[in-house]
């Protein structure tokens, strides 16, 4: 009877400690960033937090410094299991959803601010895109512009041609994108990126200051040219099926923790990229001008192969309609602030000799920015009397 009743007692612990090391789940997840940055520290205490609050049922381990291999094989490795998740930028997704990459095109964007205006209205979709492709995101955190950094000044398209410029392995985008400028792209996965810039494989990179510091490629370089290339974002990713099998109070947690993570890696960034041009500076690095009216040069070249690739499918043309007439909106919302006073109808304005009562003007928010739009019955009896006098 009592090795009866010991065999019983020995099955139920037994099945008791299964059902609790079931319940416990480690989240596997890989990451380019070398272990002991700042970034890091701040990933390893969320994480820390997730398992205290989830009383050991969540944890994460990271894999640090691109050792799991090239993005297509960190995706393998999700899809069979051996890893759940990892911290990407957009390129290393082209192939599961490319429209992720939108936001990255080259010579889009010419500020922060406009980059600011255009996500508060699309980060959502990109979510939303994500999450039907089979990932959990947590949100996006701007990386900054990247910019030219190479062993000769740039100041312009000329001083591009004929370089050797490095693309991301399988980024299909900006490597069709250098070939409309005319240079030739080399393709290399991050890690051999170094070795590239020591052997003379590739003359140029395009990166964020804070990135070419982070992987040391400012120590192979001379100038870095003042323009914005391209608008740099990294996120992290975990595959769908994994999260799913967490309690549902506990993917409320991990969505909360690393949620709030990665919108104050966003809201470092924009405080960050000036120190980290400064410190690019200190380290003997010359900052270059380009030219005047380079940019809109550039610009009209790369518009159209971004065009190109999604009159072909690439990636959606209407989401890239969308987010170029958010950048124009913006705009010319800007022109109209430069040279226009928003004013309180009814208050007195200075014209000249006189003071006269200000025209009354509508102030519209448009995500988040104030735009000032005359009155439309203050202007129309000028817009008739101007039609009456031609």
């Not at 090795?3 to 019983?8: E, G, H, S, Y």
């Not at 996006?140 to 190479?150: H, I, K, P, T, Y």
């Not at 051999?192 to 490629?217: E, H, K, R, S, Y």
């Amino acid at each position: 009877m009592r090795i009866v009743i010991c065999l019983v007692a020995a099955t139920f612990l037994s099945v008791v400690n299964i059902s609790s090391a079931e319940a416990r789940t480690q989240f596997k997840i890989a990451t380019l960033l070398p272990e002991n940055t700042d970034r890091v520290k701040r990933m390893r205490a969320a994480a820390d937090e997730i398992e205290e609050r989830t009383n050991g049922r969540v944890s994460f381990k990271y894999y640090f410094g691109g050792s799991q291999g090239s993005d297509d094989k960190v995706l393998y490795k999700m899809k069979i299991g051996q890893l759940h998740g990892s911290t990407y930028s957009p390129a290393a997704l082209q192939k599961v959803y490319p429209d992720i990459n939108i936001y990255g095109l080259p010579f889009i964007f010419e500020s922060e601010d406009e980059v600011d205006y255009v996500r508060k209205i699309m980060d959502v979709k990109f979510q939303r895109g994500l999450e039907e492709a089979g990932f959990v995101n947590f949100g996006f955190a701007g990386g900054g512009f990247a910019m030219v950094l190479s062993n000769k000044p740039v100041r312009s398209h000329n001083d591009l041609k004929g370089q050797k410029v490095w693309v991301p392995e399988g980024d299909v985008f900006s490597y069709e994108a250098m070939q409309a400028l005319k240079l030739t792209p080399v393709p290399l996965e991050i890690a051999n990126v170094m070795t590239g810039l020591q052997t003379g494989l590739i003359d140029i990179v395009a990166i964020p200051p804070a990135g070419a510091l982070i992987f040391q490629w400012h120590t192979k370089v001379n100038y870095v040219t003042r323009m914005p290339v391209i608008f740099t974002m990294y996120f992290m990713v975990i595959d769908a099926r994994a999260f799913r099998r967490i309690e549902a109070a506990d993917q409320a947690i991990v969505r909360e923790v690393m949620g709030r993570l990665y919108a104050e890696f966003d809201a470092a960034e924009r405080k960050d990229a000036p120190n980290a041009m400064q410190a690019l500076i200190n380290s003997g690095v010359e900052s270059v001008e380009p030219l005047p009216d380079e940019f809109e040069k550039l610009r009209k070249e790369t518009a159209i192969a971004n065009r190109s690739m999604a009159d072909r499918g690439m990636f959606s043309s209407e989401l890239l309609e969308e987010m170029l007439s958010h950048v124009q909106e913006f705009r010319r919302a800007q022109a109209s602030r430069d040279t226009m006073t928003c004013v309180q109808a009814g208050d007195e304005v200075d014209a000249g000799e006189q003071i006269v009562p200000a025209t009354e003007t509508k102030v519209r928010e448009a995500g988040g920015m104030d735009v000032c739009e005359p009155d439309a019955s203050a202007t129309e009896p000028l817009e008739q009397a101007s039609g009456s006098e031609s």
